[in-house]
């Protein structure tokens, strides 16, 4: 599968964001989806995943209460809405995709053989 993520941008303190991950083929709807992200100098850290049923989605600590996870697996496509984004949110964030992860490894990035380019999103003071 080819994941096409999109959707980032730079944005004040507060605001809100929606990023998409388009994936291509036909089993989307069999899939595990997740956003990581990785700020400069930092490791990737897990921000939310869902499974191919559409639940459970689970959240990182840093984003609870403020992002929301969803899938539309019509349009083989993942969202994650940003809400009051901080500026500690600022990092590039990539979608991944796996068939085979269990939800108890869904927050481990070494569980995703699929990922996506990455989209920048900037949150500024």
């Known amino acids: 599968v080819q994941l096409q993520a999109s959707g980032g941008g730079l944005v004040q303190a507060g605001d809100s964001l929606r990023l998409s991950c388009v994936a291509s083929?036909?089993?989307?709807?069999?899939?595990?989806l997740a956003w990581f992200r990785q700020a400069p100098g930092k490791a990737r850290e897990f921000v939310a995943g869902?499974?191919?049923?559409?639940?459970?989605?689970r959240y990182g600590d840093s984003v609870k209460g403020r992002f929301t996870m969803s899938r539309d697996n019509v349009k083989n496509t993942v969202y994650l809405q940003m809400d009051s984004l901080k500026p500690e949110d600022t990092a590039v964030y990539y979608c991944?995709?796996?068939?085979?992860?269990?939800?108890?490894?869904?927050?481990?990035?070494?569980?995703?053989?699929?990922w996506g380019q990455g989209t920048q999103v900037t949150v500024s003071s």
């Open positions: 991944a995709a796996d068939q085979r992860v269990i939800l108890s490894s869904m927050t481990d990035q070494g569980q995703y053989d699929y």
């Open positions: 869902i499974r191919y049923s559409g639940t459970p989605i």
């Open positions: 083929g036909r089993t989307f709807s069999r899939y595990t």
